[in-house]
Every structure is written in structure tokens, then in C-alpha cells.
């Protein structure tokens, strides 16, 4: 019904910048709240951005606010997230969400639609 595919991860040195994109289809219905969300290898996963389609209102996690970005392009079905000041403690794989529930649009909560992920590895 709905499928999110991801790209433009990769590997980045500490302070760098990376975009990630994610190409959105099926039900817009289904796809009223984006969000990105990341996990690290033994740690659980970790919602660090949302946006509601309607409107552009925004929610971040504390430990990416003011160093990441989200943002949408409705006519291209794209959802992106700007990675700016990027830390080792940033590397995980990233991935898309879609949420299909009106008016509650923020990090913790539930997401129906998943995309496959997208490595991010940041050194030192």
C-alpha cells in the first residue's frame, strides 16, 4: 500500500553533512505524518524527526535538534532529512516512516510503514 525507499547515505568524517531522501508511493491517506528514524547496533531505535504533511509541522529529538532538518516536497512525493555537524554518535541506519493517524504527528509515536534503511557512518 505504501512504499518508502531510501538514499544519499554513506560515510562522512565528524563535522561533515549528508542528505538523506526518501521516495514515497501509494496512499497519501496512508502517508499523513513522516518521520525519520535511526538505530545503532545494540541500541534501540530512536525517532528524530517527523513532519505533517499538511501543514510542514515539525518535531525533533533532542539529540539531533538544531543540527538536522526535515523536510518534505509534496509534488515530488519526497520526504528529506539535511544531517548538518555530524558526530560518530550519529552512525546507525536510517530509516523512513510513514504514519497514517490525522493530528498526531511527533517522535514518540507509532509508524506504520517502513522503508528499508539507509547506512550512516560517521568517524572520527
Not at 538514499?7 to 562522512?12: A, I, L, N, T
Not at 549528508?18 to 521516495?23: K, N, T
Not at 548538518?84 to 509508524?111: I, Q
Request: with cysteine; net charge positive.
Amino acid at each position: 500500500q505504501v512504499r518508502l525507499v531510501e538514499s544519499g547515505g554513506g560515510s562522512v568524517q565528524a563535522g561533515g553533512s549528508l542528505r538523506l531522501s526518501c521516495a514515497a508511493s501509494g496512499s497519501s491517506f496512508s502517508r499523513v505524518c513522516m518521520g525519520w528514524f535511526r538505530q545503532a547496533p545494540g541500541k534501540e531505535r530512536e525517532g528524530i524527526a517527523t513532519i505533517y504533511r499538511i501543514g510542514g509541522l515539525t518535531d525533533y529529538a533532542d539529540s539531533v535538534k538544531g543540527r538536522f532538518t526535515i523536510s518534505q516536497d509534496n509534488a515530488k512525493n519526497t520526504l528529506y532529512l539535511q544531517m548538518n555537524s555530524l558526530k560518530p554518535e550519529d552512525t546507525a541506519m536510517y530509516y523512513c516512516a510513514a504514519r497514517d493517524v490525522f493530528g498526531l504527528c511527533g517522535v514518540g509515536h507509532d509508524f506504520s510503514y517502513w522503508g528499508q534503511g539507509s547506512q550512516v557512518t560517521v568517524s572520527s
